[in-house]
């Protein structure tokens, strides 16, 4: 199923000795660059009526113009699911996530999926791309998301990511007593041996992580991070990879280990504890239609507070100096 798109510009005396692909990117400002380079290969965009390249200049005063078709979202299912909106508005949502939650369709999750939750709750985000999905996160993965509800808007917020204008703060516990703060600057890519995970590689993608400690336990830390880079796995590959993996995370946590001297009701509670301690607590963005900057904060889930309280209580019953 396909949406039609017709479009018209005139090439101003600004743009005289611009590439084709720069101009539209300007007189088009709703759709990526992306998506404008498409059509231009494919031929969907015409200057005078003929097919021009990427980089040929422009001499001004040329008609643009785009006939092209925008696929719609109809191979996935629309299933009714209880969404955690925390704002929403005519261009956007802002979804509170829960443990559990696929984001996109994948094998094994064909119709279970938030996409799926979010063309039932609003069908005409079927017109946008992956139904304005901007971000995701892992399915253990507790937090806040931004979904685009239009193309425009959508164009904004995928700028905003490539940019890093977009601020995106998590909370996790690690193993091990961290002695304070730091930044990981280490690349990441497919690992050579598990292609399901992601490891820092030396040719890697840029990946930063800036991270400080909230509380110290007797064998554990509560941390604040931030992203500047969103790589997949990013914060739980980072922290393994200086040594303090997140907990209950399967895919990257190593040997799990109890500390010596735990309670019963504390050792149960990191033995079941079966997805990695991560939540995304804060994000900020630029409205993509008004401008303006807006933010949101969201509790712990009750999962990792019990799990922070249970880690809290260990340290002074030890007496440890938080």
Not at 40 to 51: F, P, R, S
Request: with cysteine; glycine share 8%; charged share 25%.
């Amino acid at each position: 199923m396909t949406d039609k798109v017709q479009l018209t510009a005139t090439v101003t005396d600004a743009m005289v000795g611009k590439r084709l692909d720069q101009a539209v990117a300007e007189l088009f400002p709703d759709y990526s660059r992306s998506r404008l380079q498409g059509w231009i290969k494919d031929g969907a965009l015409t200057v005078d009526g003929a097919v021009k390249r990427p980089r040929d200049k422009l001499l001004g005063g040329e008609e643009i113009v785009i006939s092209a078709e925008l696929e719609v979202i109809d191979q996935y299912k629309a299933v009714e699911m209880d969404l955690n909106i925390v704002y929403e508005d005519d261009d956007i949502l802002v979804i509170n996530k829960p443990a559990g939650l696929v984001v996109h369709p994948a094998a094994g999750h064909w119709d279970d999926t938030l996409l799926n939750g979010l063309l039932h709750y609003c069908p005409d985000i079927a017109q946008v791309p992956r139904a304005g999905i901007v971000h995701r996160l892992d399915m253990d993965t507790t937090g806040l998301m931004v979904v685009a509800k239009t193309i425009q808007a959508q164009t904004e917020l995928v700028e905003q990511l490539q940019e890093r204008t977009m601020g995106r703060e998590y909370e996790a516990v690690v193993n091990g007593v961290m002695t304070g703060g730091g930044t990981v600057d280490e690349p990441m890519g497919r690992h050579s041996r598990n292609r399901q995970k992601m490891a820092v590689v030396g040719l890697g993608k840029e990946a930063v992580t800036h991270y400080r400690v909230l509380n110290k336990f007797r064998a554990h830390t509560h941390i604040r991070l931030k992203l500047e880079t969103g790589r997949t796995h990013q914060i739980r590959v980072h922290m393994s990879y200086i040594n303090y993996p997140l907990v209950g995370d399967q895919l990257y946590g190593g040997r799990f280990r109890l500390p010596k001297g735990i309670s019963p009701n504390l050792q149960g509670q990191l033995k079941d504890f079966q997805r990695q301690a991560l939540h995304a607590k804060r994000l900020e963005i630029w409205h993509p239609a008004t401008g303006e900057p807006m933010a949101w904060e969201v509790d712990l889930p009750e999962d990792m507070q019990k799990l922070i309280d249970g880690l809290s209580a260990d340290a002074e019953y030890h007496e440890i100096d938080l």
